[in-house]
């Protein structure tokens, strides 16, 4: 599997200027599409030098065989389906079982997963004196990483990761388990009853009904709307090596409880760089107000002084656009038509969409809009508060957190993770007794 690549190190970059030259030799490995990586697995046992790669610009984590992205391309493959395909022909949880055990379901695998995990949609009952811990004006995310972590203290039947079919059952938990965990801290925040799942409905509809539905009335799922959350929920259930997969692919490399590592995927989605950018997107677009007033906003994005980013533009790996926002535009467009909702957010997306796009500034830097630019307007027209959208984020992505997870632990070689460092802090030195310092 290798070529030879040779490297010659030296003057330029070395901080201690010394200019020695150095030449080495790296393995390249290939995946099958995508850049080539060298290997410096060997790297500091042969040179005892390590990489520096602050923010994992050029570096492959791992292998894996989930998820490709090209991003100059705006390519997302899920097993090598286009995003497009799946999003249009296959529900989400066609796209579970196909990231979960790698290819597309038939009919009879569907329904057999389909029922069991809607088998395992209700949470233990102790589960919700955990909810009425939290204050009720809690941020949900704070509540989701809480709960999620909960999760690990109860299901003592399947905690050996070594075995496949506790992996499995696990798996099957996460993904039931989670719509029922986000509605319920909604329902918390809003001081309503939890409903239980009701496992006649599809997975979406059912975490519709979950979220919206009172015990004093009949709910209908709204079937647009339903398809609508199924695919949000397909466009978000992976995306290769982000930081909350990295995260819980890191907490698992432990051997840690996969509950624990799930909850520590949910603390890093929440940041805005992350999944908290569709939230900050819809703040942006209420404080921006008019579409008047995008010139004003587009300048001062612009000016490096002003610390504001256009949020929902921009990706670590797209430099074109981001497949999955141009599913959430059409998909944006049908919510809003059939919920007769006209929102003046959308308008002032359309309008920042439109100048950003024509501007130098995002052109040169590949800046287009990602996911979350539209999804959050989405969300708002069905009806889900702002803080809930990480969550439904949170939601979507576990599968691919889990299957990730499942994946490393899977593979024979599995290692802890441990990254090394670029050490710039004081040389060895002696305490001086207080007394004297
Ligand atoms: N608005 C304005 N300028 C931007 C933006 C933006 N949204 N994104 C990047 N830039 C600029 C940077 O200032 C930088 O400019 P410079 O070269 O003059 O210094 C250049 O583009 C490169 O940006 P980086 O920050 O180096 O890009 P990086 O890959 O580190 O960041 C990120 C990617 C974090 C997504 C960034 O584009 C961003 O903050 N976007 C807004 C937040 C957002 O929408 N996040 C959602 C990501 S998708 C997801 O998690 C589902």
Redesign the pocket.
Known sequence: MANVVKLKNGGAGDNKGSGNDMSVTLPVLHGTVGPDVLDVRALYKNTGKFTYDP?F?STAACQSGITYIDGDKGELLYRGYPIEQLAEKSSYLEVCYLLLFGELPNRAQLEEFEDTVMDHTMVHEQVATFYHGFRPDAHPMSILCGVTGALASFYHDSTDIHNPRHREVTAYRLIAKMPTLVAMAHKYSMGQPFMYPDNNLSYAGNFLRMMFAVPTKDYEVNPIVEQAMDRIFTL?AD?EQ??STSTVRLAGSSGANPFACIAAGVAT?WG???????E??LKMLQEIKNEKNVPAFIDK??D?LSD???????????KNF?P?AKIMRETCHDVLKELNVSDPALDVALRLEEVALSDP??IE???YP????YSGIILRAIGIPTPMFTCL?ALARTTGWIAHWMEMIGEPEQKIGRPRQLYTGPVRRDVVPLPKR
């Open positions: 923010g610009m978000h995306h982000n930081a989605l805005p760089l992350h999944g908290g950018a569709n900050a997107v994005v612009k490096k504001t980013k256009l949020m929902g533009f921009g990706h670590r790996v797209y981001d999955r500034y995002f830097r590949k800046l990602n996911v979350d630019f984020f």
